[in-house]
């Protein structure tokens, strides 16, 4: 089965500063790769999500960027706020829709 | 659009007890999930129905899980006996068809074993 696998598994960062997480998957049949933010005790929230017919997708401040030779893609989060701050998850998606999710980064963004 | 609804929202049994989750997927959302997350990691997945039919559980412990949607629309989990290892938030999502297509999450029960 994918087997998915996140970096760093905590990030602190100063307000301002750019972020950047990174996931590597190993089945090359995924083509869906969702980010979820969580805030502590709340349900994952979808962030931004790409496909694998895309190389690069950005919404405001947050864009994700996938190398499907690599089998790899990343989150990166510019001009951080501490609202910011939160567990942010990734996850590969392919036949019949199943996910897998990382295990997750802590972000601190510091004032 | 409403969204995913669980229930109830905390439950505290003993070791060795039974406990039932719910779940009502969004309308139309044919695939439903089940995932458990043991706090400071991300979601592993438990069962997945599309329609009435289960896609994968794979990684449902059935000797104690038992799941259910028996009309392709809400479900209900079951854990009997409990274990203090089952101590855990679990998750219900739903996706409108088998994709790829976002999942959107229930609020989550949050299930402490003493």
């Known amino acids: 089965g994918e087997n998915v696998e996140q970096h760093p598994s905590t990030l602190s960062v100063q307000e301002g500063d750019s972020a950047v997480i990174k996931c590597t998957y190993s089945?090359?049949?995924?083509?869906?790769f969702p980010w979820y933010k969580q805030e502590l005790g709340k349900r994952p929230q979808l962030i931004i999500d790409i496909r694998s017919n895309v190389g690069e997708k950005k919404d405001q401040r947050i864009a994700v960027t996938l190398n499907k030779t690599a089998k790899h893609f990343s989150l990166h989060i510019t001009e951080t706020q501490p609202e910011d701050s939160a567990v942010y998850f990734c996850?590969?998606?392919?036949?019949?829709?199943?996910?897998?999710f990382g295990s997750g980064t802590k972000l601190n963004v510091k004032p | 659009e409403a969204g995913v609804a669980q229930s109830p929202r905390y439950k505290i049994i003993e070791k060795r007890q039974s406990v039932a989750f719910w779940c009502n997927p969004i309308?139309?959302?044919?695939?439903l999930y089940w995932y458990q997350q043991i706090l400071g990691q991300g979601p592993k997945l438990l069962i997945q129905f599309q329609n009435n039919g289960v896609v994968d559980d794979s990684q449902l412990p059935k000797d104690r899980f038992s799941a259910e949607r028996l009309k392709g629309v809400d479900s209900t989990l079951k854990i009997q006996p409990a274990k203090l290892e089952d101590s855990a938030v679990y998750l219900c999502?739903?996706?409108?068809?088998?994709?790829?297509?976002?999942?959107?999450f229930g609020p989550g029960t949050r299930l402490t074993v003493l």
């Open positions: 089945d090359s049949a995924s083509n869906y």
């Open positions: 999502a739903s996706s409108l068809n088998r994709g790829p297509n976002e999942q959107f």
């Open positions: 996850a590969a998606s392919g036949v019949f829709n199943k996910f897998y």
């Open positions: 309308s139309g959302h044919a695939t």
